[in-house]
């Protein structure tokens, strides 16, 4: 074999399509089509339920009738033996190994948090829980099977309503009884501000319960080669996964490797330790041989964590003017059966947002959770944001109702200026940056608000039986969950940092390795954007590895709109670090100072001369290693980890019209505008579509979907046929647009965007329904405002 000539070598890489010209385009800012897209909607895809192995078991779970009930007996054995059935168990079957699943945010001193093992042994606390489980050559006679177990239950009293479930009297979900924790926040003199306050307003508001319904049903498989262990899993978490299996079940961390293949979709209901993904690794471990697992719907409407689910009494104190002097907040939110990996926190996830974008002396924030033998609660899209926004913004309105003002003069009376920024809250949090009067008076514009206010008038003359109702809803979230010290004050169990690699491959492309996993953000085209910028090498020569821990070693995952502000910015980070190390080995190769060179479109340069070396050309530098400086590695290659001074805080400015039939009931969404603020913009396309599934989801909590229970603890909405989500049709075209006010807490400027529509639009679609209905006397319609409630409250004014 002839010797290989390294400079030969080079030129033809450097002249061939290996290595590619960037555009000279910057990246940030472009509208870039999601490179994974060709791949996910041709169906070449590895959603966990598309992978075999070699040898597949299925597993399907015998789940509780009965919302409340002690288990008296299980007998599995007529399923063992029944047509391709390898083995059956009840709960008892894995007492000592199962453990019992995690709650890693205890929120309060006083909190009780029961054992919740992951198949019921002894009692049945919420209709669906699993109590027994087939594995079978494949699942459909596994799940026949499920028909042979026997089990035999005493009935137990079901606890479902919040205030019935606090009585001395009430039946005890657990023995410690019904009351989870209580926590209180009080900043100000809230007593001076409410003492003789000209306006008080006083409301109660129910936020329903709500199922997360992701596109891809949960699914699980587990495999064991001797004493390690593979899970594969669709899930938000694969890093938090890891760690909380190898804590459950006594493998060690090491020996586990998860992986998060494609994942379609989550808002929440993926971000989670389930029941069925420590059972199938037991399984695996205990059979040997691979597993799986995945849901039905209707399965999966019982035992995916639900969301929501509070009653929220709130007070506001202010002067004459509107000016608002305080706020007092107390609310009862339902847990469910168990604390799940972030239960307890989620209602005070929005405890230092209910003063939202208002100035105030004043706020007193206080919070019960509360067992029921319901499924557990858990976080859903906003996760506690959207239920502050709403309870604040459905005030604000009521305020103004109150003083005879438009809802918006209340608002900007109330408002934090833009020159006001940075602005600490009475809660406590510093909003670093923000323009609400901008982002507002864009959106009255795009909307035609004084037009539809005069046609609003019109119809009230008229005495038109079609209404016309406008929602206001002025908003900002904390987002970007980190940083870890002040999740650490909160009691989180985790830090909020993030981690991200970069490689330079010796042909001059480049791999990014994040310890984010996306479930439908398009991560991979975003991280290629910001590589692109930071490198100087083209949007195609980088590609993005995630979701698998043996890959992505280091990570906290994906959750609370922090991916592109903690994920993204970590990744920028190591590739600073990149190009630091490739500043020493140009400056070594030209012979110069490293403070004689600059970076542009890729490449160093000596200042004032020709001289040049493109950061490919020194990745196969490094990569050859035969002229290196004094102490230098082999590589370019660096990671990074970044954690946050700061959460961000995006806002915006939605305007809802709503055409109320008042004979009927029906309500019509007529046109919706949404101004938002999320700082830097990475991809406009990918705000879009976050802002767009942000509002169909917002819009249908205030319109069409609710679980509903009966008395005896029977979730009713089982079925699409029961729980009403809205299609395409239901939904208007929707005028959106952008104001930009970079975020000061990251070197991007991005603020998170992945929550904002949701936290926005319920409150603005309600406020204008009960905007129509206020001449009747109307002054709230209880989530969903459908058609029936709608003409019930109608009744029930009197009209």
């Known amino acids: 074999m002839s010797e290989i000539d390294v400079g030969v070598v080079a030129e033809q890489i450097a002249e061939s399509d290996q290595i590619s010209e960037p555009s000279g385009a910057p990246e940030l800012g472009r509208p870039r089509r999601r490179k994974e897209d060709g791949r996910l909607l041709t169906g070449r895809t590895r959603w966990t339920d598309n992978l075999s192995r070699p040898g597949l078991l299925y597993v399907t779970f015998l789940r509780s009738p009965m919302a409340h009930a002690r288990i008296t007996r299980v007998d599995v054995s007529g399923a063992i033996g029944l047509p391709g059935v390898v083995a059956a168990f009840s709960g008892r079957d894995f007492a000592d190994e199962q453990g019992s699943l995690p709650c890693g945010w205890p929120v309060s001193e006083d909190i009780v948090i029961p054992e919740h093992p992951p198949m019921a042994v002894s009692e049945v606390r919420y209709v669906g829980e699993a109590v027994a489980c087939v594995v079978a050559t494949d699942r459909y006679r596994a799940a026949d099977a499920l028909e042979a177990i026997d089990v035999e239950y005493e009935p137990l009293p079901a606890v479902v309503d919040m205030r019935e479930a606090l009585s001395p009297d009430s039946p005890k979900v657990h023995p410690e009884g019904n009351k989870a924790f209580s926590v209180k926040i009080e900043s100000g003199d809230v007593e001076a501000a409410f003492r003789d306050a000209p306006v008080m307003i006083d409301r109660t508001y129910v936020q329903q319960r709500l199922i997360p319904t992701a596109m891809e049903p949960r699914a699980v498989m587990a495999e064991t080669d001797g004493d390690s262990y593979t899970v594969w899993s669709a899930t938000q978490i694969p890093h938090i996964l890891r760690v909380m299996l190898a804590v459950i079940t006594g493998i060690p961390e090491h020996k586990i490797r998860v992986i998060a293949p494609d994942v379609g979709g989550g808002f929440g209901s993926k971000l989670q330790v389930t029941a069925e993904e420590v059972l199938c690794l037991l399984l695996a471990r205990r059979l040997g041989k691979p597993v799986k697992w995945t849901e039905s719907r209707s399965e999966g409407n019982m035992t995916v964590h639900h969301g929501r689910d509070q009653i929220q009494h709130v007070r506001l104190a202010a002067d004459a003017d509107g000016r608002v002097r ?60 959207p239920e502050a926004t709403f309870a604040i913004e459905r005030t604000m309105d009521e305020l103004a109702a109150e003083l005879g003002l438009d809802p918006m003069e209340v608002r900007r009376r109330n408002w934090i200026r833009h020159d006001e920024f940075p602005y600490t809250t009475v809660s406590g949090l510093t909003y670093d940056s923000g323009n609400y009067e901008a982002a507002t008076d864009r959106a009255m514009a795009l909307f035609g608000y004084d037009k539809l206010r005069a046609e609003q008038a019109d119809r009230r003359d008229r005495g038109d039986p079609v209404q016309l109702g406008i929602g206001v809803s002025t908003y900002t979230e904390m987002c970007g969950l980190a940083p870890s010290r002040l999740l650490g004050e909160a009691r989180y169990a985790v830090g909020g940092w993030e981690h991200g690699s970069v490689r330079m491959l010796p042909t001059g492309k480049v791999e990014v390795i994040t310890g984010t996993s996306p479930h439908g953000q398009g991560h991979v085209t975003s991280w290629s954007q910001i590589v692109s910028d930071a490198l100087g090498v083209p949007f195609d020569d980088v590609t993005v590895l995630h979701g698998d821990t043996a890959v992505a070693h280091k990570g906290m995952d994906t959750y609370g709109s922090r991916s592109l502000v903690v994920g993204g910015v970590a990744v920028l980070k190591a590739c600073e670090k990149v190009k630091e190390k490739a500043r020493r080995l140009a400056a070594h190769l030209l012979e110069c100072s490293p403070d004689d060179l600059e970076f542009h479109a890729g490449a160093f340069q000596v200042k004032g001369t020709g001289q040049r070396k493109t950061i490919q050309e020194l990745a196969y530098a490094a990569f050859t290693a035969h002229d290196l400086p004094e102490g230098a590695e082999a590589r370019l290659d660096s990671d990074a980890t970044f ?36 700082g830097r913009v990475v991809n406009p396309l990918i705000v879009e579509g976050q802002v767009h599934g942000g509002i169909a989801q917002g819009v249908a909590q205030a319109l069409f979907e609710e679980a509903v229970y009966d008395a005896d ?47 926005a639009s319920t409150p603005a679609v309600v406020n204008a329904v009960v905007d129509a209905l206020r001449p009747f006397g109307v002054a709230d319609v209880r989530m969903p405002c459908t058609p029936e409630r709608v003409w019930r409250a109608l009744e029930g004014a009197g009209r």
């Open 326 to 385: 305080g706020l007092r907040v107390d609310l009862l939110a339902d847990m469910g059966a168990y604390l799940m990996l972030v239960t307890p926190g989620v209602p005070l996830l929005g405890a230092a947002l209910f003063n939202a974008i208002y100035k105030m002396d004043a706020y007193e924030f206080g919070c019960t959770g509360v067992f029921t033998t319901k499924m557990p609660t858990d976080a859903y899209r906003g996760a506690g944001r």
């Open 643 to 678: 954690d946050p001074e700061n959460y961000s805080f995006p806002h915006g400015t939605h305007l809802c019209a709503v055409e109320v039939d008042t004979e009927t009931g029906m309500v019509k969404i007529r046109s919706y505008v949404a101004v938002d603020d999320v």
């Open 713 to 759: 603890g029977n979730l009713l909405t089982t079925t699409m046929a029961d729980y009403l989500l809205p299609s395409a049709a239901d939904l208007p075209a929707f005028v959106t647009d952008r104001t930009e006010t970079p975020a000061t807490s990251n070197p991007l400027g991005v603020k998170g965007v992945g929550e904002a529509g949701t936290i």
